[in-house]
């Protein structure tokens, strides 16, 4: 499986921005759709977004569509989540997900996570 470390998170105040990243190792990134997810505290994981290998097509959250945005530049290894006029409810732990298969991702069952990035929206 692939290896993925997010990074980016931080503490801001409502209506910021905040982008999110995901570097990817082990295998051809390329070969993976990826996603990102998140968790707040004592609620389950949450889908959020995801992108299939080549870039062209992404899904997300009524949640998020609109104010997030997922990339991926599969030359660097990387992906990314943008992330405009944050909420205090955004606040929770942000993961990034990658599996061959775009079902796995949006049932939330991928088989490589990171280990999440906090992300934290003051009033």
């Known amino acids: 499986q692939v290896q993925l470390v997010e990074s980016g998170g931080g503490l801001v105040q409502a209506g910021d921005s905040l982008r999110l990243s995901c570097a990817a190792s082990?295998?051809?990134?390329?070969?993976?759709?990826m996603g990102w997810f998140r968790q707040a505290p004592g609620k389950e994981r949450e889908f959020l977004a995801a992108?299939?290998?080549?870039?062209?097509?992404?899904r997300y959250a009524d949640s998020v569509k609109g104010r997030f945005t997922i990339s991926r530049d599969n030359a660097r290894n990387m992906g990314y989540l943008q992330m405009n006029n944050l909420k205090p409810e955004d606040t929770a732990v942000y993961y990034c997900a990658a599996d061959q298969s775009l079902h796995s991702l949006l049932m939330i069952k991928p088989g490589s996570w990171g280990q999440g990035t906090q992300v934290a929206v003051s009033t």
């Open positions: 082990g295998r051809t990134f390329s070969s993976y759709a």
């Open positions: 992108i299939i290998r080549g870039g062209g097509s992404t």
